[in-house]
C-alpha cells in the first residue's frame, strides 16, 4: 500500500512537471504549424514549388503581423479597424467571442492596452481583502462617480466578478499583473516567479 502511495505521488511530481511544458510546447508548435499551413498556399501562387522551403509560411505570418502593427500607426488604418470591430460587436455571439479574445490578447500585450494595469487589494470587512485588478478609476457613467471598478477573478476557473468599492477601500499592491493573476488562478498556491528563482 505505502508503494502505490510512493508511485501514485512519484506520478503526480511527474504530471505536474511535465503538463505545463507540454502544453506550452503544443500551442507553439500549434502557431507555427497554423501560420506555415495558411499562407503556404499563398506564397505557391507566386513562388514555383521547387522554391519554397518549410518555414516560409511561417515567415511570412510573422513579417504580415509586423507589418500590420506598423500599419496601426496610421490614421486611415485605425479609422477602418475602429468600422469593423464595431461591426463585429453588433452580431450576436460574434460580439462575445471576439470580445473576451481581445480582451485576453490586451491583457498580455504592451503595458498602455492592458485591461488590468493595476494590482489592488479590496478591503471586503475589517481583517479581509481580496486580490484584484482596477479596471476603471472613474464610474460616473453607471451613478457611482465616488466609486473605482475592480475585477475579482475567480480561482481555478475563466471568470470573475467586477464590484465598484470605495476608493478608501481599495489599496494598490507592489505585484506584478503576472504573478496576481497566477496567485488569484491557483488560490494562492504559485508564488511569484521571482520568489522560485530565488
Not at 511530481?13 to 502557431?31: F, K, N
Not at 500607426?73 to 475602429?82: A, D, E, K, P, T
Not at 460574434?94 to 492592458?114: Q, T, W
Request: charged share 20%.
Amino acid at each position: 500500500m505505502a508503494s502505490m502511495r510512493f508511485l501514485a505521488k512519484l506520478f503526480l511530481r511527474g504530471l505536474v512537471a511535465i503538463l505545463p511544458l507540454a502544453l506550452t510546447g503544443y500551442l507553439a508548435y500549434a502557431a507555427v504549424v497554423a501560420g506555415e499551413t495558411l499562407l503556404r498556399k499563398l506564397l505557391l501562387l507566386f513562388l514555383p514549388d521547387e522554391s519554397y522551403w518549410p518555414g516560409m509560411g511561417f515567415l511570412l505570418s510573422l513579417a504580415l503581423i509586423l507589418v500590420i502593427g506598423l500599419l496601426m500607426y496610421s490614421f486611415v488604418v485605425r479609422r477602418i479597424y475602429g468600422a469593423l470591430t464595431r461591426l463585429l460587436e453588433r452580431i450576436p455571439v460574434v460580439k462575445s467571442i471576439y470580445g473576451m479574445l481581445a480582451d485576453v490578447v490586451r491583457l498580455f500585450a504592451s503595458a498602455d492596452e492592458r485591461p488590468f494595469r493595476q494590482v489592488v487589494l479590496v478591503e471586503v470587512q475589517p481583517g479581509s481583502e481580496l486580490v484584484g485588478f482596477l479596471t476603471r478609476e472613474d464610474c460616473a457613467d453607471v451613478g457611482a462617480a465616488d466609486r473605482v471598478a475592480v475585477y475579482l477573478p475567480m480561482s481555478y476557473q475563466l471568470g470573475g466578478f467586477t464590484i465598484l468599492v470605495p476608493r478608501t477601500k481599495v489599496r494598490v499592491s507592489s505585484m506584478s499583473v503576472e504573478d496576481a493573476l497566477r496567485f488569484c488562478v491557483t488560490a494562492g498556491v504559485a508564488k511569484a516567479a521571482d520568489a522560485d528563482e530565488a
